[in-house]
């Protein structure tokens, strides 16, 4: 069924927001993204005058969002579709970078997507109706080293995101959590926070991983239209998925990472149940 009110996208300058924008837009949806700069706003509602809205934000000033998202409401009318889109990622050894950086990978993936998830959803509610898509990654599944605070936020929407459909499925509101794999976007380029190298006993590990990733920076699998398409098919779903893996390895990836999670619980099995109260322990 074809979404007919507002769809709003944070992070709409480049990459995936911005290409769902515009498919969205192209296929005759009206839809506000939100973007950090003046420039970025005009340039965004110049795809499509009248149908493409812009707001300026950037999500970690979370006292902005509230009053941002009541404004929308009153003038552009009701926001049926949350995208959740906004995040960044940051690149360096656990050991090696400052916890100042976890604070600031958690307020813009974590804290800033639930601030729009708080702001909509009494909207929502009240109407019985509305779509919120979460993009985490498959890193929010998946781990590699160099990404730990990454994955951490990732990990963290991937949960968050579950438990809120569970609380908000009876009130007529589908979530979706969406985890790409490696997009041809600005994400590994102008847009990653790199902790710069001290510790040379990560030199090995660490160095390959870093400099395959900047080297793979704009040859990336993933095509941002594509999955742009996928994304306005769930928007549009009357049976959304709760979890959405796009790309073929981030299908592959994920899938491997199951595989050895159940064999390393099998043979860990004993163990796990070692551990039950003998006193409540159903009877054998
Ligand atoms: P991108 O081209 O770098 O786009 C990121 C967008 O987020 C930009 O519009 C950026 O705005 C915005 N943004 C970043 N920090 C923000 C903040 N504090 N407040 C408001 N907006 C902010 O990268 P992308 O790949 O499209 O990233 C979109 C989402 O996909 C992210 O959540 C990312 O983690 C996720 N993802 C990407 C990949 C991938 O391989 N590309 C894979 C898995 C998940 P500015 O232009 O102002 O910087």
Redesign the pocket.
């Known amino acids: 069924m074809a979404t007919e009110g507002l769809i709003l996208v ?9 290409a769902f924008a515009q498919h969205a837009l192209a296929s005759g949806r009206r839809v506000l993204g ?4 003046q420039a ?1 706003a005009e340039a965004f509602e110049r795809l499509a005058p009248g149908h493409a809205h812009a707001r300026l ?4 000033d979370t006292a902005a969002i509230d009053p941002m998202v009541a404004e929308v409401e009153r003038s552009l009318g009701p926001v049926e579709v949350l995208v959740n ?5 940051h690149e360096g050894i656990l050991e090696e970078s400052p916890l100042e950086e976890l604070r600031r990978q958690f307020e ?2 974590v804290f ?1 997507a639930v601030a729009m998830i708080k702001a909509v959803l009494p909207h929502m509610r009240c109407r019985r109706r509305g779509r919120i898509l979460n ?5 929010g599944f998946i781990t590699m080293p160099g990404i730990a605070y990454y994955c951490g936020s ?1 990990f963290a929407l991937e949960g968050i995101s579950e438990a809120l459909a569970s609380e908000v499925r009876d009130l007529g509101i589908h979530v979706t959590a969406v ?5 041809r ?4 380029g ?2 990653m926070t790199r902790t710069p190298r001290h510790i040379s006993d990560y030199d090995g590990l660490f160095d390959p991983v870093r400099q395959r990733r900047q080297a793979a920076s704009g040859r ?1 699998p ?1 095509d ?1 239209a594509r999955a742009a398409r996928a994304l306005l098919e769930v928007v549009d779903s009357d049976a959304p998925p709760l979890h959405l893996l796009l790309g073929s390895d981030a299908l592959g990836l994920v899938r491997d990472k199951l595989a050895r999670l159940q064999q390393e619980w099998s043979q860990w099995e004993p163990l796990a149940r070692s551990t039950d109260s003998q006193a409540t322990a159903p009877a054998a």
Do not use: E
């Open positions: 944070t992070g709409a300058s480049s990459g995936l927001g911005r939100t973007v950090r700069r970025d934000l950037d999500v970690t889109n906004a995040g960044y990622g813009v993936n800033g993009i985490t990654s498959m890193g990732k985890a790409p794999g490696s997009f976007t600005d994400w590994a102008r847009s990336q993933g941002p």
